[in-house]
C-alpha cells in the first residue's frame, strides 16, 4: 500500500461530519480511517469520536491496547501526516520570538541609559551610578 501524504488539516476535515462523514483519526503520525470500525470498537463510536479528525494517540495510549487491537488498527491505515513544515514554522516562529526578545532588550537597554544620562544632566554626578 502507498503510504500518502496528509496535513493535519485535511484530517480535521474528516471529522464524522460533512458530506462524507468519513472519520479520520491521527496516532502517533500515521492516519487512520475508521469510519467503517466505528460501530465494531469494542469501546464504543463515542471514544473514537471524541478524536475524530485529531490526534488520538493519548487517547489511544491511555487505554492499554492488545497486539490484536494493534493488527486491527493497521489495516485502517490511510498514510500519514507531514509534521516536517509545522516545524519548519515552529523554527520560524522561534527565530522570530528570539529576535524579538533581542529587539526588546536593546529597547529596554537604551531606555536605561536615557534615563540614567537624564538623571545626570538633573541631578548632577551623583547620580551616574
Known sequence: ?????????????????????KTWIIISGTVYDVTDYLEQHPG?????N????????AGFEDYSHSSDAKKTLKKYE???????????SRRADNKSEEENSKNVENT????????????RIILGPCASS
Not at 496528509?6 to 460533512?18: C, R
Not at 529596554?108 to 538623571?119: A, E, H, P
Open 1 to 21: 500500500m502507498d503510504r500518502k501524504q496528509y496535513t493535519k488539516e485535511e484530517v480535521a476535515k474528516n471529522n464524522g461530519s460533512g458530506e462524507d462523514k
Open 44 to 48: 464504543g463510536s463515542d471514544l473514537i
Open 50 to 57: 471524541e478524536h475524530a479528525g485529531g490526534d488520538a494517540t
Open 78 to 88: 490511510i498514510g500519514f501526516v507531514d509534521e516536517s513544515k509545522k516545524d519548519k
Open 108 to 119: 529596554q537597554g537604551q531606555n536605561v541609559k536615557q534615563r540614567r544620562k537624564f538623571l
